[in-house]
Every structure is written in C-alpha cells, then in structure tokens.
C-alpha cells in the first residue's frame, strides 16, 4: 500500500515570495507590551491612591465615631457632639472628593499622555514599514519585469 502524500500548504505556497518584515511585528509587540505597562501602572497608581485616600478617611471616620460612643452627662452633650461629628464630616468629604478627583484628573492626564506619544510612535513606525514595504514590492516588480 503506498504512503499517503502530505499535502502542500496552499497559504504557504501563496505568501512564501511575499516579503515579511517580522521585526516590524516584533517591533509593534514590543511597543504594545511597554504601553500596556505604562497604563497598567498609571491605573495601579491611580487605584493605590484612592485607595490610601479611602483608608485614611475610613480611620478619620471611625475615630470621631469613637467620641460619638463615649457616654456623656447631659442630653444636649450628645446633640452637640452629632453635631460636630457632621460638620467635620461634611469638611473631610469635600476635601476628599477634591483629593480624588484631583487623583483622578492626574491619572486621566498621564494616560492621555501616553497614548498620544505612542500614537505618534505607531504613525512613524507605520511610515516606515509602508516605506520598506513599498520599496520591497517595487524591487520585486522590477525584478519579475527584468526576467520576462
């Protein structure tokens, strides 16, 4: 019985003359990765912070609640202290609201950043390799035009 033939990749067969630039791949893996990096550290800084800024404000909370707990003599010791419980509360959340979106306006800046240089990266790599590219598929067009 005769050994069955393998067949031949038409795909390879069809793209083995074209010409690939595989480090225009590397290259564009590269820079995907390094930017990935960089949003991905822009966004863990960003959550690091507010977190901080919840945890410090949860303990602010947590220690005027504390002297909410604490017995007192007189009923209207207890109004005043809701009172300036309230007040301070009302202060601390502007300020922390102010400090997060402050966060947030620092981090938004820092990814528009970044991806705007590497936008302007993409574009002059792309300028590049379509330049390669051409010049590759002018070559070979030259070269098929010469042989026949």
Do not use: C, H, R
């Not at 005027?64 to 209207?76: D, H």
């Amino acid at each position: 019985m005769p050994k069955a033939k393998t067949p031949q990749n038409p795909f390879a067969e069809l793209f083995k003359d074209l010409p690939v630039d595989t480090q225009a791949f590397e290259n564009a893996f590269k820079s995907t990765a390094a930017l990935n990096e960089k949003l991905a550290t822009a966004a863990l800084d960003a959550a690091g912070a507010a977190q901080d800024l919840g945890n410090s404000w949860t303990k602010d909370t947590l220690g005027k609640m504390l002297e909410l707990a604490k017995a007192k003599t007189e009923p209207a010791d207890y109004v005043k202290a809701i009172a300036d419980v309230a007040k301070d509360q009302s202060d601390v959340a502007v300020a922390n609201l102010t400090t997060l979106a402050d966060i947030a306006k620092s981090s938004q800046t820092e990814v528009l950043e970044l991806l705007a240089a590497a936008s302007k990266d993409m574009n002059e790599d792309a300028a590049k390799a379509l330049k390669a590219a051409s010049e590759k598929a002018t070559d070979a067009t030259k070269k098929l035009a010469a042989a026949a």
